[in-house]
């Protein structure tokens, strides 16, 4: 069993930046990749960004590639989600979850068998 805590959201206008963190408790958080997942208003919860348990690869969609950066402290049982360049269209709830490391599916959200509670992120215009 692993327990996810988000934490970071906020509001923010268009073209700040953001860092959320997500801390780990539980089994060792280095026997599981982490994603980033965000849910806007009437909408299905999306992919953001994934990053391997060692951190050696990550992974993004396209519509925050080159904003957004994810990356984890082993050692804090912590990953961490700097957003960069805001848009409005990134107002959502951030969820953090976590998949045993040999799953190797980043993108689906039902691979991910952890979740946390969400944080809010609003941009405003």
């Known amino acids: 069993q692993v327990q996810l805590v988000e934490s970071g959201g906020g509001l923010v206008q268009a073209g700040g930046s953001l860092r959320l963190s997500c801390a780990a408790s539980?089994?060792?958080?280095?026997?599981?990749?982490m994603g980033w997942f965000r849910q806007a208003p009437g909408k299905e919860r999306e992919f953001v960004a994934a990053?391997?348990?060692?951190?050696?690869?990550?992974y993004y969609a396209d519509s925050v590639k080159g904003r957004f950066t994810i990356s984890r402290d082993n050692a804090k049982n912590k990953v961490y989600l700097q957003m960069n360049s805001l848009k409005p269209e990134d107002t959502a709830v951030y969820y953090c979850?976590?998949?045993?490391?040999?799953?190797?599916?980043?993108?689906?959200?039902?691979?991910?068998?952890?979740w946390g509670q969400g944080t809010q992120v609003t941009v405003s215009s």
């Open positions: 539980g089994r060792t958080f280095s026997s599981y990749a």
């Open positions: 979850a976590a998949q045993p490391r040999y799953y190797l599916d980043y993108v689906t959200r039902t691979a991910y068998d952890y």
């Open positions: 990053i391997s348990w060692s951190g050696g690869s990550t």
